[in-house]
T-cell receptor, first 110, second 113 residues
Framework: GQNIDQPTEMTATEGAIVQINCTYQTSGFNGLFWYQQHAGEAPTFLSYNVLDGLEEKGRFSSFLSRSKGYSYLLLKELQMKDSASYLCAPAAGGGNKLTFGTGTQLKVEL | GAGVSQSPSNKVTEKGKDVELRCDPISGHTALYWYRQRLGQGLEFLIYFQGNSAPDKSGLPSDRFSAERTGESVSTLTIQRTQQEDSAVYLC???????????FGPGTRLTVL
């Protein structure tokens, strides 16, 4: 089965750092994706973690612990354009299909 | 290069009609996925293609839904006898191989009246 838990909403200040946590229970787990989705738009790829540890990509970093079923997305130097929904999506099975929760709606304020 | 494209971008249909939604994946991508996103909900997996074969159709909600892929390229998702609960954004994604990053198209917004 699949179960994904991430906060529904978060608010942060421009220039600050925010961490979005995600816990999951996924059969046949292969890796974990993070996507960003602005309202009315398709998800855009942010990161894909297969191995445990932290991966950094510019202002965005993603961490995975396979044994704990836990991941987080870290956003630094927040900008207003980072206001969006952030989707934690475990990939599983032979087809690497993604399972999504409802995402975390991040609001960046001045 | 070009990303994933989908057509139409919007489709309004009457209950009971059939609809076809098209996806053009990134050139050379062997894996293709269909997902559905209902209003205010997360994306739901529908079906996955590897080449022209669909090893996993487990997400198709009923036998009114079918999909095919030809030439290891274009895919069509067909919904027969549409119902109001079929109203959603239908998203297509493709990846170079099944284990790689999935890139999403802009989606088709389907409204069933």
């Amino acid at each position: 089965g699949q179960n994904i838990d991430q906060p529904t909403e978060m608010t942060a200040t421009e220039g600050a750092i925010v961490q979005i946590n995600c816990t999951y229970q996924t059969s046949g787990f292969n890796g974990l994706f993070w996507y960003q989705q602005h309202a009315g738009e398709a998800p855009t790829f942010l990161s894909y973690n297969v191995l445990d540890g932290l991966e950094e990509k510019g202002r965005f970093s993603s961490f995975l612990s396979r044994s704990k079923g836990y991941s987080y997305l870290l956003l630094k130097e927040l900008q207003m354009k980072d206001s969006a929904s952030y989707l934690c999506a475990p990939a599983a099975g032979g087809g690497n299909k993604l399972t999504f929760g409802t995402g975390t709606q991040l609001k960046v304020e001045l | 290069g070009a990303g994933v494209s989908q057509s139409p971008s919007n489709k309004v249909t009457e209950k009971g009609k059939d609809v076809e939604l098209r996806c053009d994946p990134i050139s050379g991508h062997t894996a293709l996925y269909w997902y559905r996103q209902r209003l205010g909900q997360g994306l739901e997996f529908l079906i996955y293609f590897q080449g022209n074969s669909a090893p996993d159709k487990s997400g198709l909600p009923s036998d009114r839904f079918s999909a095919e892929r030809t030439g290891e390229s274009v895919s069509t998702l067909t919904i027969q006898r549409t119902q109001q609960e079929d109203s959603a954004v239908y998203l297509c994604a493709s990846s170079d191989r099944w284990a790689d990053t999935q890139y999403f198209g802009p989606g088709t917004r389907l409204t069933v009246l």
